[in-house]
């Protein structure tokens, strides 16, 4: 039942409207003055309000103007009902928000007319209003299980579907392939693209991987990021599919774009039997591809991808060693093959740990890196290095190249520039005695981020070698590109070179290659003589191994250097 309030100070009149709309089936309820009407149209929320202007207490304009303030009562249907038919009056009631006039007398008919007419109106506004709260709804619900940019799902849809598509495969009779599907470089093409075209870019890779995926289900977890789904015996011809389809090039707008992607895998139910493991550790397997160069696949791998157990004891026992000056550098002297003298040194860092005894760099460094520990170690390592090679030039070792290695985190992550220009005065080095050794890994990582700090860095007048070169990352078209000094052939290529005919082919290629591009080649790991005639033949500059010297303390570097010992 409509319930109308009717205010108005004259009885009769207020009296004679509440009978005839009873008669008409309405509730109503009356008030005698604006201050009544008021409260009682605040407290009941009628469906309609009839209400004279000049009133005691409140006059009509004043309740109009009091029920639009408050967002519960603003819409409630409001007619006037006044002897004065003064043009200004209707003016201000309009003016407030009147939805109309009723001009006394008026007859039953206009009263019972404007009542349903206002009635009507104000249900289908309701309907209007209803209509639009549900779509509203709609979008939301969406948005909250969709990406916005492909309407591809996102990770709440993943979380409740993960079980349907469980039950499908399991109902195949094979596992479920999670893949997590990266574009390489991606800063770097939306850079370039207008915002739409970005948008476009995601929406054809979703198609076409949505493709390869077939009867999984492909979702967008997050920005950078699309995770598919596959049911599938074979996961890795499964990723290996996907990468292949994500390399064809895309069409986005007029463009033709090619992307590539790292790729990450892991399987239900061998690396995790609930999705946000599963997704997590598809993650981290593409972050190995990432860091592999990105454009292949790798599995998820337990030992490879988790932190070791052990890990935060090593990194607070790291903290600890720092504070009590447990690190020394040792330097391996590098040969010249034309002089047969020592011609430079990498510094490399021990830990002699009261507690653990010797623990290997390749054991605390990674370590160091993940905790953000190789910060402080990484500056200690560069400022001593520097200080201990101008040392030796005070001591009539004038040319003498010093090597130092910089990790991924503070080559990339850390004003390298500053901490170097401050090592640099601090110690009085030259800087072209100083040679930086960067991984081809860390550089492959942003191959444009690589090279301008590459760049800054020979600015300043140190060297720049590319060390472990021939580890897998690098093509060797990148190599052309990057601004460098000094090429360090990785060990694993010289070692046992001269056994094989595919491994002397290979570093005389290496060799070849790098005179090509006119860079400085050292050969690291020689063990015998026969490693190094082969060494020779190809014209290697120089070498560094444990059959001219290991890593000396710096004492027994310098003895080495009084001893002036030559390569036979
Ligand atoms: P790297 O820069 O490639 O250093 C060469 C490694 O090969 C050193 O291992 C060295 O002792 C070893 N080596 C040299 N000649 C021979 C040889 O004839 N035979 C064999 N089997 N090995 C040889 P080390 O000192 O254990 O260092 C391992 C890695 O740890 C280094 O590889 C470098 O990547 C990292 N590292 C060492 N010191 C530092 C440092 O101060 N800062 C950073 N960021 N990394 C460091
Ligand atoms: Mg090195
Ligand atoms: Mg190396």
């Known amino acids: 039942m409509k319930k109308i309030l009717v205010i108005e100070d004259e009885a009769p ?59 519960e009562t603003a819409s409630i249907p409001f007619v006037f009902l006044t002897a004065l038919a003064d043009r200004s009056d209707f003016r201000t009631g309009m003016n407030l928000g009147a939805d109309d006039y009723l001009v006394k007398p008026f007859s039953r008919n206009e009263v019972l007319e404007t009542v349903q007419a206002r009635l009507h109106r104000q249900e289908s506004l309701t309907q209007v209003y209803q209509e639009q709260v549900r779509e509203a709804e709609e979008k939301a619900q969406y948005y909250l299980y969709h990406d916005p940019v492909t309407g591809l799902p996102n990770l709440m849809s993943l979380r409740e579907n993960f079980a349907e598509v469980l039950e499908n495969a399991l109902g ?70 996907v990468l292949e389809s994500a390399a064809q090039p895309l069409h986005v707008g007029s ?51 988790l932190p070791r157990t052990g890990r935060i004891e090593l990194e607070t026992a790291l903290l600890r060693a720092l504070e009590r000056d447990e690190f020394v550098l040792y330097y391996q002297p590098q040969v010249s093959l034309k002089e047969g003298r020592v011609v430079g040194m990498e510094a490399l860092i021990r830990w002699q740990s009261p507690e653990r005894g010797f623990v290997s760099p390749g054991e605390f460094i990674p370590a160091a890196e993940e905790s953000g520990l190789i910060a402080p170690l990484g500056e200690w390592v560069l400022r001593s290095a520097c200080r201990q090679a101008q040392a030796w030039r005070a001591q009539g070792y004038t040319d003498l190249r010093m090597g130092v290695n910089l990790s991924g985190r503070q080559f990339t992550h850390s004003d390298i520039t500053a901490l170097l220009a401050d090592a640099l005065a601090e110690s009085g080095l030259p800087p072209e005695w100083l040679e930086l050794e960067v991984t081809e890994s860390v550089l492959m990582r942003d191959l444009d981020q690589g090279n301008a700090i590459l760049t800054r860095l020979r600015e300043m007048g140190v060297k720049v070698s590319l060390d472990d070169f021939g580890t897998g990352y690098s093509s060797l078209s990148y190599l052309k590109k990057l601004p460098l000094d000094t090429l360090k052939i990785d060990q694993s290529f010289v070692r046992n070179v001269h056994t094989s005919k595919q491994a002397t082919a290979m570093v005389s290629a290496i060799a ?32 560094q191994g444990f059959y001219f010297s290991k890593p000396l303390p710096a004492p027994a570097f310098l003895e080495l250097l009084r001893s002036g010992k030559r390569l036979g």
């Open 13 to 71: 009149l207020r009296n004679n409207l509440a009978m005839m709309l009873r008669v008409e089936g309405y509730q109503v309820l009356s008030a005698e003055n604006g201050q009544v009407g008021l409260d009682v149209a605040r407290a009941e929320q009628p469906d309609l309000i009839l209400s004279d202007v000049m009133m005691p207490v409140l006059d009509g304009h004043g309740v109009l103007r009091a029920l639009r303030e408050k967002p």
């Open 172 to 241: 195949m009779g094979v596992g479920v392939a999670v893949v997590a599907i990266r574009p390489d470089r991606l800063d770097a093409i939306l850079a370039n693209l207008p915002a739409e075209e970005a948008a476009g870019l995601f929406r054809s890779l979703a198609e076409r991987l949505g493709q390869a995926s077939g009867e999984g289900m492909l979702t967008r977890p997050r920005y950078d990021q699309l995770l598919a789904l596959i049911p599938s015996a074979t996961p890795d011809a499964t990723a290996a599919r």
């Open 255 to 305: 463009r033709e774009i090619y992307l590539s992607c790292s790729i990450g895998v892991a399987c239900y139910p061998e690396d995790g039997t609930d999705i946000d493991t599963l997704a997590r550790h598809a993650s981290l397997a593409a972050d190995e591809s990432i860091l592999l160069g990105g454009n292949c696949w790798r599995r998820f791998c337990a030992d490879k991808h």
């Open 512 to 543: 070849r290659m790098g005179r090509d591009l006119n860079l400085h080649l050292i050969a690291e790991g020689v063990e015998s003589p026969e490693e190094l005639a082969i060494l020779r033949q190809e014209d290697c500059d120089e070498i």
